[in-house]
Each structure stands twice: as C-alpha cells, then as structure tokens.
C-alpha cells in the first residue's frame, strides 16, 4: 500500500529541551535531539488510530464527506481544530501565497496558542483518510455485486431471447415449408386437371363449333357485381 500524505509531512516529534515552546516542529526525515525520527512517530500515530472504522449507520449522502465522516463516529477534534480546519487555515488569503515553512509556523503558532497538539490534528487527519478508504471498499464491493447481479441477470434475459428467437425462427421455417409443400401439390394438381381439359375439349370439339372447354390456368375469381 502507498504511504499516505502524513507519512512526508511534518514531524510531531516532542520538541527537546532546547526547542521553544513556539518553535515549528522538524521536517519528516530529520532526527530532533530525543533521536526519534518523524516517520516513526508519525508511525506510532498512525498505529493509535483504527485501521476499520466501524460505521455505526447508513451513510444518507455518498456525494457528501461530512456524512460519511459523522457514520464513521470521528470525534470531534480539540477545539475544533481539524485536520479540515488546518487545511482553510493554510489556504487562507494571509498565508495561502507565503512560503511553506512560513505557513506551517504559523499554523503551529495558532496551534500552540489554542491549546492544541499536532498530534491530535494529525490523528485526526489519519481517521478520515482511513474512513474514506473504508468507505470506498463498501462502495466498490457493492459496485462489484450489483455489476455480478445485473451480469447473470442479463445472461438469463438473453438465454430467453435467443431461446425465443430459435423457437420463432422454428416456427417460420415449418411455415415456409407448409407452403411449399402446398404450392408443390397445387403445381402437380394443375398439370393434372390441365390434361384433364384438353382430354375433355379434344372430345367435345367433335360437336361444336366452338370449344366451350378451357384448357389454360383458371385465373383469381372475378367479385360478381353487385348490380
């Protein structure tokens, strides 16, 4: 698994002894004087927070963050200072445009006046990312098992359509080959009755003068008229 953001930020290392109060913490790699490096006690934050959120209800919005926190049952940060907090105080218009390790001063600087330890805001930082990914693994496997359903679904609607086609197209040919059977027949028949009239006619053109006999195909019957 890729390391996440808060692997690479900054350190939350207890500053030593001859840090100030005020002082920013060291960036992640660094080793303070204690001899602890930033990763590692980034590491031991992490390794404090769940790693399966439980969610406790239905999420009501997908689309919405702040809801899929709340079902996460995140607490509430120390004086409402959030990972999320942080993250409007860096995009302030007062320090949004200033270097980095000027923005990270003075958040720390408002951090420390407001009573509030970065390890609480990183902590906080690691629940959301970490309720977001179990969230996205609810989504994907549901995703997963509605795609299976609507697969075998769809495989059964076209077994049925293929299955009434063969039957239809069945159909159609024994209908073909009734008719062609008849037409066969009726072809046979006309040859027959046709030396049946000229047999007739050849008799009876013994005694007439003109042959009331015919001998050719009978054409579509005439609609006798009404008047």
Not at 196 to 217: D, H, L, M, Q, R
């Amino acid at each position: 698994m890729s390391k996440k953001w808060y692997n690479y930020i900054v350190s939350v290392d207890e500053p030593s002894a001859e840090s100030s109060p005020g002082q920013p913490l060291s960036k992640a790699g660094n080793k303070p004087a204690g001899g602890k490096t930033a990763s590692s006690s980034v590491a031991e934050i992490a390794s404090s927070v769940a790693l399966e959120p439980k969610f406790t209800r239905p999420v009501a919005d997908p689309a919405s963050f702040e809801d899929i926190y709340k079902a996460a049952e995140i607490p509430a940060a120390p004086q409402g200072y959030s990972i999320l907090k942080v993250s409007q105080m860096l995009e302030s218009e007062h320090i949004r445009n200033l270097p980095s390790d000027v923005k990270k001063s003075s958040v720390l600087v408002a951090l420390d006046a407001a009573g509030v330890d970065i390890k609480d805001v990183v902590q906080d930082a690691v629940r959301r990312d970490r309720a977001l990914d179990t969230f996205e693994r609810v989504q994907q496997r549901a995703a997963d098992e509605l795609e299976a359903r609507k697969t075998k679904e769809n495989a059964d609607i076209q077994a049925q359509i293929d299955k009434y086609v063969t039957e239809q197209r069945a159909k159609i040919q024994s209908n073909n080959e009734e008719v062609s059977r008849e037409k066969e027949r009726f072809t046979g028949w006309r040859l027959k009755k046709q030396q049946e009239e000229k047999k007739i006619a050849e008799a009876v053109g013994y005694f007439v003068s003109e042959n009331p006999i015919t001998t050719g195909a009978v054409g579509a019957p005439v609609t006798p008229s009404k008047t």
